[in-house]
């Protein structure tokens, strides 16, 4: 880089650190700045003013703000991966080796090929889309869409996964400060002192707001200064954390607010840190004293790279030591103009003029500097930056920066937050905070439209000590600060009318005062249809500086008065936070938690395939070597199964532990079908049915003792069914005897299936106990030992259609189980199966499980309709007996088979009979779940039949018109294998 | 949003799970006269109000209590919470 | 007036001076033949369908706010028919097909974009219940494509495939979904029914019915009484506070619905994509901001704002399944409220007062019905028959027990 380019626009002074310059590059070129800087600064401090581009016309944009209201100067900061389109340059801390570029331009930067839009703009006015495209009709997604969609945007991202680590944390205070300006330090320190548990945030990189952009002095120090030493002091207190780079950005429920904290952005390298870190911040009060924004004016071609707001002229002046300009003029409707005219000649640039819309004396003397009080300007010069103003007078003044002050807005945002309505206040000639303010939020300073400095500090001071009182703390009484002081005396002026040139409202939506007029000509007048036809407010700055400005200028077209007009409410974030922020840890793998079953580490040692079933990983099958295809691996686990013995991990299904003397009682109500009855040592299939009558849950509960059940649920249900459960007892019955512990974790459960699983269960159990068909039949439990004394349960029940057991053991000794388990069976060359062998053997079986029990299907619809019992009084049985559940021609569960044994069916496919096209009219149904049998040979279904009980042996169609198939199919029962159940009992 | 819990004090209500409106603890019984109309109403129609609503929370996240928890549905002030048992208790509602 | 590019050149070479009142804005007058109460999409468009397909002109549509305030102003301007029932698929095949052809109808450009929509499998169980979704789809009309994992690749790259906690394994692709401009829509109604002769009055709040001897002669307001040979509410998310009026107790529960939007960005997605494993959708506008939501708060509400834990789960869903939009910020987040219903699905019918007719119970799928909505509401409404498409959608099918719950989720209407 050359070092003749550097800084020309550096002045004396500032809070940069002259002794670290840091290199950093935009649109390719080198540049130096300092510590202490932002980019825009920075920029401005190496005379570059063209920083982008608007979003519909393309005209030339600047650094308008110095701050996060910023409209104009957005680029996209970083590179590759990093990449982060939209970045403000005037809140982007400049670190050694940044990279920027410009954004929203076709070419480079000064020869955007775009910017043919400009001259196109008479047609380009409010709403011009609605009104045309339209033919022909073909014409707007070919044509006219794909060219707008490519047009419009901003920045862009890289396309690329976000590289950074996010944090999420939460805090919790008796006083959340917004804002360490004068009013937010001010309230902090008395706070801290008195004791409160203080947490004071600033989106700033350094506390003090605007004064460290101001010439004030406070105490008889320069107000900056003051900053530093309450920021230490504020710093030095265990119970006061004071967070910089932390933007407040929400209020939310009960005293909930939402923040950001910027941990390394203004780092070159995170350095393995995480980025940003959302928190969550705990409140019992909240002091909002977030300052206040400069409004703009519109007049001629207020757009041009130059044109900046008053105050942001002197903040760049005060706090980063940089001239805007060489020759500066000011356009304002108050007494703050002058004070920028003021510090910019105590800093010694030249400015050229002050214009006053106010026909007053004129404030102070400025030597050298053309003063027109009454005066207005009318347009502006320059292609690619200010170069002159013109005044309505027609006189012409020459100038490359222009200072425009059109009065403050409290930075009411926060307030608005839970829908509340700020009020007009006539003496600022702005909105300030509104009655309805969200629970526990106070404002004070100059959001609450304390504008000059010393009325900052006596509102901030009266409110912390209101504060304080309510939480039952007594205030420190240091006196108030003394401080030069600094009189607004606005007259509002908004636009200037006497000129041709579109005047700007909002910049970087291109939004004129033109396009007002027009949307209210158009009846687009009620305040949010201004905004949405316009388009006003909606850019990336929500419209911070525009949105009074155009809410005013609507109700002077209107004539009517600015409350009559409307008001404008601001929804958060206050200012955008990046979607990974929100995100925080819970991405890639760890978007979830990941729940293992306690065979887990052996599954993987097995080689296991697993699947995602919930929030569980099952083992989904054990390839074997030699296995090319998952349905090799699986035919042979159902095949060894059913031939000898396997051992699948079932610990997932719920498992509810019910004790109490009502227990039975209680069963008896939340199951359609008959507990009370069941003896103990026996287990029973239950059916769950909701209120409504439709099935929730099925699974089987056993009698472990007189007062004792253990409830399994389905893996999919598990959580649900236990809330239901607890919903009976707590709200319904609240004086059974019943009492519920959800055990799912607790212990870990190994199906045992096939015909030698009792004698593979016979080396486990401990010989005291006989589990032989006569003392231990299909349908028994019992508590036994297992492996010398182990305590484990035992189930005498079958999803597989096999002989079948579940055996359960405490989780901790649920790895060693499944080995014990595998060791025993190798006798009988035991197999581990999966979920896929489950699935094909419960469909084998006839069994319904997730895809039959979607939450619509009644027993009836099952097959099950006689469990429902008519008798008692349980969950759901009344409403299972209305009229449209049971109509003659409801669907059944039954089972289908290809009448070609080579054809696949499909899960999903619809039914149709008799040949008829596949319509919604002709649908009679679904199939519901398909597997290949192994043990038929070929591809089976279950799935639901109008009348389908009635239409065993028919044939009719299942229709797949996504892939425009149909397969003929034959209505079977739904049990396919071992239709009398007699290998269960064996 | 924050419920105080009656038991655990404040909890974020990200731990709890939403049912509705409180008018679920009446559940009619089969035996009612008009017991299908009784269950439809119970079931199907159920407060709306744009202000205070009793409703049923339960803490999953926590220990598991159902609560019943006055909240305002405009402003989302809660004003009042109570173990739902205790609810039900108090309305009549036994075994 | 007609809006054209004709219209537009000329207006542009006069300085824009000569656009005229997009609508009226007319004061009530004493009686009409129907009164539509709410000036959101469906009502909008009832009174558009009733004036241009059944020549009913005497029309008031009243509105509380200003018109298009509602849901119409703050969804997230999805349309698409890939729902499963037959009770509900051939309304919203209708809907989708008057989308289709609706910009000529009302001479308003709302930008319908078709650029499709993805709903993304993650099990096999998913892949199972969209094929059979996307088979009634079919068997109605509409159109659909079943996708697998290499499918969904081609269509969203951008997608993590590598690293997912619940991998996609496919998904239910609809061409013909897509997105709208969704103010313009209300626009664009009341245009083309005020053009037709309907009064649409704003900031006019129906305070109450007038009822005589159990019948509904129309509607008293903050601009008076007005009278009515039917009265056709249709107001969403106030449905429970206005039928209150009435005496009518509805299966409809007010909840919020969050959504959210990103600064502009250049295209990087393509059409809609959905999440089939956590609560997120999105599609990018015309603007460039992303657009996004999804599930809703889960409480009863009328705040039409929600809550932290809804916001951090949707941006979760999000950079879980496009780690790429990480470094895009969330600009706005708004809420709506919504009338869900007790099984999520809606109610076009008359009432057990004669005179009184309802429309709602939208639940968060209210913008994609509009066309239909209004459609079939003007049949009702002109012919007191039901439409053919929306017959199933009564309000006594919980008496019958003929519910239509897309999602199985039963009388729970947070879960819908």
Redesign the interface.
Known sequence: MSQERSQLNRLDGGLINRDEPLNFSFNGQMYQGYTGDTLASALLANGQRFIGRSFKYHRPRGIFSAGSEEPNALVELGKGAHQEPNTRATVTELFDGLTATSQNHRGPLKFDVMAANDFLSPFLSAGFYYKTFMWPKAFWEKLYEPIIRKSAGLGSLSGQDDPDLYDKGFLHCDLLVIGAGPAGLWSALKAGRSGARVVIADEDFLPGGRLNAESHTINDTRGAEWAVQIAAELRSLPNVRLMTRATVYGAYDHGVYGALERKTDHLPSADGKPRQVLWRIYTKRALLTAGSTERSIAFGNNDRPGVMLAGAVRTYVNRYAVAPGKSVAVFTNNHDGWRTAHDLSAQGVNVSAVIDTRSIAAPMNLPGAAIVMGGEVSNTSGRSGLTGITLSSGQTIKADCLAVSGGWNPNVHLTCHQRGRPTWNNEISAFVPGENLPKGMSVAGAANGALSLSEVFASADTTVNQLLNELQLSADSAPTPTTSDDLVNIQPFWHVKNTKDRCWVDLQNDVTTKDIDQSRREGFHAVEHLKRYTTMGMATDQGKTSNVLGLAIMAEFAEQSIPQTGTTIFRPPFTPVAISAMAGRSRGKDFRPTRHTPSHQWAEEQGAVFVEVGAWLRAQWFPQPGETHWRESVDREVTATRESVGVCDVTTLGKIDIQGADAGEFLDRVYANTFGTLAVGKVRYGLMLREDGIVMDDGTTARMGEHHYVMTTTTANAVGVFRHLEFCRQCLWPDLDVHLISATEQWAQYAVAGPNSRKLLENIVDPEFDISNDAFPFMACANITVCGGIAARLFRISFSGEMAYEIAVPTRYGDSMIRALMQAGEPYNVVPYGTEALGVMRVEKGHAAGNELVGTTTALNLGLGRMVSKKKDCIGNVLSEREGLNTDDAIRLVGFKPVNTADSLVAGSHFVSGGRDATTENDEGWMSSVVYSPSMGHSIGIGFLTKGHERLGETLSAVNPLRNERIEVEVVSAHFVDPDGERLRG | ??IEHPLLGPR???EF?????AS??H?????DTN??VA??E?????D???GL?R??W?H?QGD???LVVT?N??????TDVQ???DV??SEG??? | MRYSAFQILKEGLTGNKGWKKIWREPEPKTEYDIIIVGGGGHGLATAHYLAKEHGITNVAVLEKGWLGSGNIGRNTTIIRSNYLLPGNEPFYELSLKLWEGLEQDFNYNAMVSQRGILNLAHSDAQRDAYTRRGNAMHMAGADAQLLDANGVKKLCPFLNFDNARFPIKGGLWQPRGGTVRHDAVAWGYAHGADSRGVDIIQNCEVTGFQMNNGQCEGVHTSKGSIKAKKVAVCVAGSSSRVMEQAGLRLPIESHVLQAFVSEGLKPVIPGVVTFGAGHFYVSQSDKGGLVFGGDIDGYNSYAQRGNLPVVEDVCEGGVALMPMIGRARLLRTWGGVMDMSMDGSPFIDKTSIPGLYFNGGWCYGGFKATPASGWCYAHLLATDNPHPTASQMRLDRFITGRMMDEKGMGAQPNLH
């Not at chain 2, 799970?17 to 409106?21: C, H, I, K, Q, W």
């Not at chain 2, 559940?27 to 035996?31: G, Q, Y």
């Not at chain 2, 119970?42 to 159920?46: A, E, I, S, T």
Request: charged fraction near 30%.
């Open positions: 949003m924050i974020d209500a990200a799970v939403y049912l509705g409106d679920l603890i559940r009619p019984s089969k035996d017991a299908a269950f439809l119970y079931q199907y129609l159920r709306n109000p744009a609503h409703e049923l339960y999953e598991r209590s159902w909240r549905t405009v402003t989302h002030e809660i173990l739902a048992k039900a208790r509602r036994s075994r």
